[in-house]
């Protein structure tokens, strides 16, 4: 069984966003970075299938700055067996279009069974990466995993619906999931693990041999929401009360 692990690094919970001059993202020298958390259920996912089947390979497998071999040396320390790095040396890559055709263009060789992406990220928390993948390089696809399990070269999938309801799907390998958060709980690394990821190999990738020049989305601005109080007397009969009440409910809170 081989596995390929995406596995983006975002800004930590409780680090500062300021954000640079220009508003299109926040000052990246200020920011502290740390394994972005839906990721890090997709990883110990794949490590437990590997451990369930007896066999196999997981490759951790992200994008981004020179920074980012952090997060990948923190997936071999956990047990991920080697890394993959995909380099980008311009601005911050948002387009999730964009993403996915250079992580395709470099998984496309390496023939993985299962493809395991978190639900989203927490910083633009796009939700699209695994999916489009999947299309871009022909798996069968699914999303809001909960629970896995591997059957002969078949994957079933319990998917987390709305209103509590759950489904369990089939699908066939090669496929491409995106987990959900909590499904399992992620190990931390061993000092034998630690130690050990100093010697795993990290395969390259410049930015040459995936990037792409076509966009087809991108962020204007990043902006702190403006909160203000406001206090309103509602005077009158109760009719003309329960009326702008409802008003307020429908155009300003908007709950209804």
């Known amino acids: 069984m081989k596995i390929a692990v ?3 690094q975002v800004p930590g919970s409780e680090s500062p966003l300021p954000l640079n001059s220009t508003q ?6 200020q920011v502290t970075y740390t394994m ?3 990721d890090n259920y997709a990883l110990e996912e794949a490590l437990l299938i590997k451990e369930n089947v007896g066999d196999g390979e997981v490759v951790a497998v992200s994008l981004g700055p020179e ?3 952090k997060v990948i040396r923190e997936g071999l320390a956990k047990g991920a067996d080697r890394g993959i790095y995909l380099e980008e040396n311009s601005q911050i890559e948002t387009d999730p279009l964009s993403i996915a055709r250079s992580f395709a263009s470099v998984l496309q060789d390496e ?6 992406t978190g639900l989203q990220s927490d910083d633009a928390g796009m939700g699209q990466t695994g999916v489009l993948i999947g299309e871009l390089l022909g798996l069968s696809t699914a999303t809001l995993a ?5 059957q002969d070269e078949q994957i079933r999938v319990k998917r987390e619906l709305e209103s509590g309801w759950f489904q369990w799907v089939k699908l066939p390998l090669p496929a491409s999931i995106s987990i959900q958060s909590g499904l399992n709980t992620p190990r931390y690394p061993s000092l034998k693990g630690i130690m050990g990821a100093k010697k ?3 395969r390259v990738i410049p930015a040459s041999e995936h990037q792409t020049a076509e966009k087809t989305q991108t962020i204007k601005k990043v902006f702190v929401p403006q909160t203000t109080k406001k206090t309103e007397v509602i005077e009158g009969n109760a ?3 329960a009326a702008r009440i409802l008003e307020i409910l429908k155009s300003d809170v908007k709950v209804l």
Do not use: G, H, M, Y
């Not at 299109?24 to 020298?29: I, L, R």
């Not at 023939?111 to 395991?116: A, S």
């Open 67 to 69: 920074r980012v071999k």
């Open 146 to 150: 909960v629970q896995t399990n591997i």
């Open 239 to 241: 009719d003309t009360a």
């Open 111 to 116: 023939n993985f069974d299962l493809i395991l």
């Open 24 to 29: 299109t993202w926040v000052d990246e020298p």
């Open 36 to 38: 972005n958390p839906p």
């Open 200 to 202: 795993k190999e990290i």
């Open 6 to 8: 995406l596995i983006k």
